[in-house]
């Protein structure tokens, strides 16, 4: 990757920590470290979009770069 020819970059927020070891099981809410209103309000339809349109984003501009924002903030979430 030749990082002088990004013109944009496409930020993903995170709101919450996936925690297993392989993506096919990131559909499982219990395979990430939810609050429990983002459980029972089911933001991880949101997360999960928000996550799919910086990927089809990024790669339909072969100019930009993707970063995941966030990480373990909460002390009962992490570190891992």
């Known amino acids: 990757i030749s990082y002088s ?8 927020a995170g709101h919450a920590v996936y925690s297993h070891y392989s993506y096919r099981e990131c559909l499982d ?10 459980r029972t309000e089911n933001h991880l339809s949101a997360f999960l979009q928000h996550i799919e349109t910086g ?9 930009s770069l993707l970063i995941f924002s ?5 002390t ?5």
């Open 55 to 63: 990927i089809d984003l990024t790669f339909n501009n072969p100019n």
């Open 29 to 38: 809410p219990f395979n990430w470290r939810l609050l429990e209103h983002q």
């Open 5 to 12: 020819s990004i013109t944009d970059l496409i930020i993903v």
């Open 70 to 74: 966030g990480g373990s903030t909460r």
């Open 76 to 80: 009962e979430v992490g570190p891992f």
